[in-house]
């Protein structure tokens, strides 16, 4: 479990770092063109969750990051944490929570300053939090898989 705690908090560390960094660089609500017609830095308030949905209910979605958090931890020895691969995904999850967390706890909105687009087709603002703990629930679920493949592999050739 240690490794996780390590993951976790590196990933924490480095949302919080990276939006201190857009909080002194951006004005609110400002956008930088990084790669023109794809890429952008903004510094932007979320309220709600992804593509802005159920705004203003900062408090809801607190208490969904504590139980998803406490849910993690509880449910930890599920991820088979023997593979370091579960431990990486547990740690990119536990982090990316805890970091979206903090901005709750501390601002009372998430903030976001990633945006990828194409023409008028935008994908919604996100931050380091959020891909970790994407990275870590595709991670989990292509380990989950393999091992569900290699036992159905194991229990036909017996």
């Known amino acids: 479990m240690p490794w996780v705690v390590l993951i976790a908090a590196i990933i924490a560390g480095l949302d919080q770092l990276t939006k201190w960094w857009v909080v ?8 930088r ?14 309220t709600g969750a992804a593509w802005g949905m159920f705004r203003n209910h900062n408090l ?13 931890v509880w449910f ?9 691969s579960a431990r990486i995904a547990l ?8 970091g979206n967390l903090i901005d709750r706890l501390r601002v ?3 903030i976001d300053f990633l945006l990828f687009y194409i023409g008028g087709y935008h994908w919604p603002a996100f931050n380091v939090a959020d891909s970790a703990i994407c990275v870590g ?14 036992g159905r592999k194991a229990r036909a050739a017996s």
Do not use: C, K
Not at 25 to 31: A, I, K, R, T
Not at 36 to 43: E, I, P, S, T
């Open 33 to 46: 063109v990084v790669i023109a017609g794809f890429f952008d830095l903004v510094n932007w308030r979320n």
């Open 91 to 98: 740690g990119l999850m536990l982090g990316g929570i805890a």
């Open 76 to 84: 930890r020895h599920s991820f088979q944490l023997n593979r370091p």
């Open 137 to 150: 629930v595709g991670l989990y679920v292509i380990l989950t898989w393999r091992s569900e493949h290699d």
């Open 108 to 110: 009372g909105q998430v």
């Open 60 to 72: 809801v979605f607190t208490v969904i990051l504590v139980l998803a958090l406490a849910t993690l």
């Open 24 to 31: 002194h660089s951006l004005q609110p609500d400002e956008s």
